[in-house]
């Protein structure tokens, strides 16, 4: 059993250095001069508008100063804005630039393009699975972070 495992850790390791080789967000991050890490912020601040700081980190399981030091960054270089929050004046949210989303709006029509590729191959009932699969294994990660975070 335990050969199996490692068999299939091994097995999983390849495919995503595989995936990762592809470069879906690594060409359009190195045109931009953003790693990879900010252009996750980048994205991540797209899907929740208005987030802070402190949430930001919680959700990608980070800490705040480390999420600060990309965000200075981004905000630099004209990608972000910080905006006081209405309701409380000390805190601030975060916000795409008008540069920033549509650069985020071309690179996810990109990686849609490359997902589409990698998905034609696989029937829909092989499409649904790969997806639960992927999903299943980042809950168990997301869990085992929050158990460090609490220890």
């Known amino acids: 059993m335990q050969n199996k495992t490692a068999a299939s850790q091994e ?8 995936l990762e080789g592809l470069g879906l967000g690594r060409m359009a991050a190195k045109d931009l001069e953003l790693s990879l890490s900010q252009l996750g912020l980048l994205f991540a601040v797209q899907r929740h508008p208005g987030i802070r700081v402190n949430e930001l980190a919680q959700l990608l399981h980070l800490s705040a100063p480390t999420v600060s030091v990309g965000l200075r960054k981004l905000e630099g270089e ?20 008008e540069k920033a989303r549509a650069f985020a709006k071309r690179a996810q029509q990109f990686q849609r393009k490359q997902i589409g590729v990698l998905l034609s191959g696989l029937e829909a009932e092989e499409q649904a699975q790969l997806v639960h699969l992927l999903n299943k294994a980042i809950t168990s990660l997301e869990n085992r972070a929050d158990q460090t975070k609490e220890s």
Not at 83 to 97: E, F, G, I, N, V
């Open 11 to 18: 097995q999983l390791i390849a495919v995503l250095q595989r």
């Open 78 to 97: 004209g990608w972000l804005l910080r905006q006081a929050d209405p309701q409380d004046k000390r805190s601030l949210r975060l916000h795409l630039t």
